[in-house]
């Protein structure tokens, strides 16, 4: 019972709509505005890093000049003004950078305390190892120690820089090049920040791994880059959170995630994405615009993304796995929520190369309000992945008659002995079921919160225990007002 | 407890309640009759407040207080609860979990605290070994699959445990077997109580063999036609309801 709607209670428990709506005051460093050339080497500069990077920054930041904005998502929103963002923003401390807990600002720790994640309980509480990044830098990983007796490596990105650069060179941007498309090419050049895990052969690694980015500044962009890579045999569970303060100006949020599985190994990755979605005329609010991809580069590896996406004025987000091992097995578990003036167009790719490969896509949208929503998906099967299968199920639920959901399945299947299913239903959230909840005395909010859990019960299953029971809180939040 | 006068309802602007007057003492348990298509879930759908269901004409008076005023989870909290003719399936939605929700929201209208999980569960436990509600279809999704009958139950089931001071019965009857009408009816008997009463609508004087009603009313074409003791249950079956609809048209 994992994704059990616990969870009533805690949605009356908060009040307002949006509770990570606040604003961090402390001493900041920031680059100066705008993009250019030396900024990135300011970045390259800022983070000490080798001279292949800076040139890797620096191509991919040429190449970006002369990229169109990807034009074909169902979303709309103005030219966005480069030139009108920071690209770097640190917590200023003493030191460069914090070493320990101790030496973080106690801002930044009351910060994360808001956000339901105490840094020092959680290196007591049921393993879970953050590493938190804070507008563009790593704040602090727990449970270092602990990982590195077992080979794991878990930290900031620009510490494996530093320390492990032979893992970093070897297979950054090797699967999302840098010129993959307008944004991932944005964050290559000028990402600041992000996780970097690696999972030696044959080890299962023994706790929850998860980052928890937070936009803070005004007028920052995030540009943080993941990079996992699970070696032969070795197993890992990572969970992102997402949220920012509440701005009327809109934030640009580029990620790129890459996930790399060898041979039998497993990831598994979840995000709960609850960035401040504006208001409810659309003013303010984060473009999420992520570009996520993981390789299944092994023989009977297996790549699971789930995400909850709730927040954003906009996203724009296709976790993908390209199955390349033979048998591998790519998953895709989707609860995407539009309210007010939100946008969303979101999906996943299934690129199936090698032979007996498998995916599986389970999309659940709720959209509501004057939202739009579309689910597009791709699932390509190559001449050479024999007796590959993929099963897509994909359900819409309406909220209300001025929203909208569209669903764009794009199926290329080059081998005639793969079976690709695809199934997929829009409906509109039931008055008789809100009626039943009603007679047994659970107010229209909670009813409908209730609901729409159970529609994405499928979903929500497959995040881990402990955030779970937040993810069926958001679906209640991000509902607010929805009905009635 | 209820006091129902002159009350005209529509439904997608149809007129289907046509000046109906009832009255229910506490402690009283009264039965409805009527053939199909007379109003008889339209009125338990108006007594709970379902959207849709417009009254345009009379009153309506709950325990003293305005019932037409209520949102249809204030006359749950208060105490009116409708055992639907239709049980309604919610895919995804443990039957437990909403069993808890349901309880904890009346809690709160009670002003009494909400049960934790554990403390629920116990309370749960007790209940369905007394309904002989089997294990399975509290861990399903609400009324996914479940069979007529174990729909019906599970309504019991609810009635139950939300402990109402008016409860409508909408055919809860129809598709039980003889045994499970049996531990319905014992179910309803449990509750008999000084200050509960209980509106039973059926077809069949079968149940109110089970459960005896003080009072017997026959709906058609939207009011009262004929109201008696249990007898008339008895002579209805026996006439069928052509004379009454006949006068009333
Ligand atoms: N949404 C609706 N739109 C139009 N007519 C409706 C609607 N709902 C109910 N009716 C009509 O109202 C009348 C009364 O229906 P109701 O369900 O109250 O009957 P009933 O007495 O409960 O019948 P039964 O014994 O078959 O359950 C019927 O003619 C029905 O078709
Ligand atoms: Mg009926």
Redesign the interface.
């Known amino acids: ?1 994992a994704a ?3 969870t ?2 805690q949605v009356q428990a908060v009040t307002e709509k949006y509770k990570y709506g606040f604003v961090t005051d402390i001493e900041t460093e920031t680059a100066p505005k705008g993009l250019s050339e030396d900024i990135v080497r300011f970045i390259s500069h800022k983070k000490n890093e080798p001279e292949w990077l800076l040139a890797w920054r620096l191509k991919a930041y040429r190449h970006w000049l002369t990229m169109p904005e990807p034009q074909w998502a169902h979303v709309d929103f103005p030219p966005l003004d480069y030139q009108d963002s920071y690209y770097y923003s640190a917590p200023k401390s003493k030191t460069d950078g914090p070493k320990s807990l101790e030496e973080v600002d106690p801002e930044l720790l009351k910060t994360y305390e808001k956000l339901g994640i105490p840094l020092k309980e959680q290196e007591m509480l049921a393993g879970v190892a953050v590493d938190a990044v804070f507008d563009s830098v790593s704040v602090a990983t727990t449970f270092k120690g602990k990982l590195e007796e077992q080979g794991i490596i878990f930290c900031p990105i620009s510490e494996a820089v530093q320390n492990h650069p032979e893992l970093v060179r070897q297979y950054l941007g090797s699967v999302v090049p840098a010129a993959d498309n307008k944004h991932a090419c944005l964050n290559s050049a000028v990402f600041t920040d992000g996780s970097f895990v690696y999972i030696p052969k044959g080890v299962r690694c023994p706790m929850e791994l998860s980052t928890y980015f937070r936009i803070n500044a005004a007028n920052t962009g995030q540009f943080e880059r993941t990079l996992i890579i699970a070696d032969a045999g070795s197993y890992v569970s990572y969970l992102e959170g997402c949220t920012a303060p509440m701005r009327d100006e809109h934030q640009l949020h580029a990620a790129v995630v890459e996930l790399v599985a060898l041979d039998d190994a497993e990831i598994k990755y979840s995000t709960v994405q609850n960035w401040y979605p504006g208001d409810e005329n659309g003013v303010g609010g984060i473009y999420n615009f992520v570009t996520k991809r993981g390789a299944c580069r092994g023989h009977n590896s297996k790549i699971s993304w789930t995400q909850v996406e709730t927040g954003s004025a906009i996203t724009w987000k296709y976790p993908s796995c390209i199955l390349q091992g033979d048998n591998s097995v790519g998953e895709f578990y989707s609860v995407a929520i539009t309210n007010n003036m939100q946008q969303a167009d979101t999906g996943t790719k299934m690129i199936h190369l090698g032979k007996n490969t498998r995916s599986r896509i389970v999309s659940k949208g709720i959209s509501a309000g004057r939202s739009q929503q579309t689910y597009r998906g791709l699932v390509k099967i190559s001449p050479k992945a024999q007796g590959a299968r993929n099963h897509t199920q994909c359900d819409s639920l309406l909220i209300g008659d001025l929203c909208g959901a569209h669903t764009v399945p794009y199926i290329e299947c080059r081998n005639r002995g793969a079976v690709v299913e695809h199934e997929a239903t829009t409906s509109k959230i ?4 809100l ?10 909010e ?1 009813a409908v919160a ?2 729409v ?6 979903v929500l299953q497959q995040l881990p225990m402990e955030f779970a029971v937040e993810a069926q809180k958001l679906v209640g939040i991000s509902l607010e007002g929805s009905v009635g | 407890m209820l006091e129902i006068k002159n009350l005209h309802a529509t439904v997608g602007g149809k007129g289907i309640l046509n000046g109906l007057d009832l009255t229910i003492g506490a402690g009283e348990v009264h039965a409805i009759m009527g053939p199909n298509g007379s109003g008889k879930s339209t009125l338990s759908y108006v007594l709970s407040g379902r959207e849709g269901y417009e009254v345009t004409e009379g009153e309506v008076a709950y325990q003293g207080r305005n019932l037409l005023e209520m949102e249809p989870e204030e006359r749950a909290g208060a105490g009116v609860f409708l055992a639907f003719q239709y049980p309604v399936e919610i895919p995804g939605v443990p039957n437990t979990t909403f069993l808890r929700e349901a309880v904890n929201a009346v809690r709160k209208y009670k002003g009494a605290p909400t049960l934790d999980p554990m403390a629920f569960l116990k309370v749960l436990r007790a209940k369905i070994k007394e309904l002989q509600v089997p294990d399975d279809l509290l861990k399903r999704a609400v009324n996914v699959g479940f069979s007529g009958g174990e729909k019906k139950r599970n309504e019991i089931l609810q009635m139950a445990l939300l402990d109402p001071s008016l409860a409508i019965l909408d055919e809860t009857d129809s598709g039980l077997d003889i045994d499970a009408l049996k531990t319905v009816a014992d179910g309803v008997n449990a509750m008999r109580a000084p200050d509960r009463s209980v509106l039973v609508i059926t077809h069949y004087q079968r149940l109110l063999d089970y459960i005896v009603p003080d009072r017997v009313h026959v709906l058609a074409h939207g009011r009262i036609v004929r109201s008696g003791g249990k007898e008339l249950a008895l002579e209805l079956e026996k006439t069928g309801y052509a004379g009454f609809t006949g006068e009333a048209a």
Not at chain 1, 430 to 433: A, K, N, T, Y
Not at chain 1, 435 to 444: A, E, H, L, N, V
Not at chain 1, 453 to 458: Q, W
């Open positions: 019972m059990n709607v616990e009533l209670e039931s008055e008789d079921q009626f039943y909840c009603r007679q047994r005395g659970i107010s229209q909670d209730l609901v859990n159970g529609f994405c019960r499928e």
